[in-house]
T-cell receptor, first 111, second 117 residues
Framework: QKEVEQNSGPLSVPEGAIASLNCTYS??????FFWYRQYSGKSPELIMS????GDKEDGRFTAQLNKASQYVSLLIRDSQPSDSATYLC???????????FGAGTRLAVHP | GAVVSQHPSRVICKSGTSVKIECRSL??????MFWYRQFPKKSLMLMAT?????????EQGVEKDKFLINHASLTLSTLTVTSAHPEDSSFYIC?????????????FGPGTRLTVL
């Protein structure tokens, strides 16, 4: 089993809709979780970090963490075509500073 | 804040030559930096953790003699791909760890696209 699993997509949503991106992980000890956005040919950009169970909101983005279910998600409200990118879920294994990335979900927001 | 630069952004070299890539944290000090490699349509694969003043920690399967890492200062880490071959062609991305209390976050450089002919 991969440490971080994401559906590769593409996830296609209409402009203005809510995009829901999901991620599951296998390491129960992990405490820190991150969502990065990566445009084609560019490096990842940090969108959200989440460390506690529950929801964390930042503008149009909401990250949700459920450690019991080993599940972390990212909701993007009022999706815009500029949100079209690959979204990478990452975790920091317990006791380490390095990140383990999922394969990413490609999001396509169409007008 | 938390800006990381890489140089060069793009490099084309002949097979058998060595290529050095620089990673700099511009507005913060980073005792720890990371080097990743990303093949087309694939996720980031961590190659090594670069620690200022000490040897890098390589991930399993990464040849330390081929990918030389030097972290000589708190703002600079370099990756040298020695005797590059076409299979080393990839997108190399560094990140720097911004340490802040209990929460440490990585910020990425813009990446270096290496093409080995």
């Amino acid at each position: 089993q991969k440490e971080v699993e994401q559906n590769s997509g593409p996830l296609s949503v209409p402009e203005g809709a809510i995009a829901s991106l999901n991620c599951t992980y296998s390491d129960r000890v992990s405490q820190s979780f991150f969502w990065y956005r990566q445009y084609s040919g560019k490096s990842p950009e940090l969108i959200m970090s989440i460390y506690s169970n529950g929801d964390k909101e930042d503008g149009r983005f909401t990250a949700q963490l459920n450690k019991a279910s080993q599940y972390v998600s990212l909701l993007i409200r009022d999706s815009q075509p500029s949100d079209s990118a690959t979204y990478l879920c990452a975790l920091r294994p317990g006791g380490y500073n390095k990140l383990i990335f999922g394969a990413g979900t490609r999001l396509a927001v169409h007008p | 804040g938390a800006v990381v630069s890489q140089h060069p952004s793009r490099v084309i070299c002949k097979s058998g030559t060595s290529v050095k890539i620089e990673c700099r944290s511009l507005d913060f000090q980073a005792t720890t930096m990371f080097w990743y490699r990303q093949f087309p349509k694939k996720s980031l694969m961590l190659m090594a953790t670069s620690n200022e003043g000490s040897k890098a920690t390589y991930e399993q399967g990464v040849e330390k003699d081929k990918f030389l890492i030097n972290h000589a200062s708190l703002t600079l880490s370099t990756l040298t791909v020695t005797s590059a071959h076409p299979e080393d062609s990839s997108f190399y991305i560094c990140s720097a760890l911004l340490a802040g209390g209990s929460y440490n976050e990585q910020f990425f450089g813009p990446g270096t696209r290496l093409t080995v002919l």
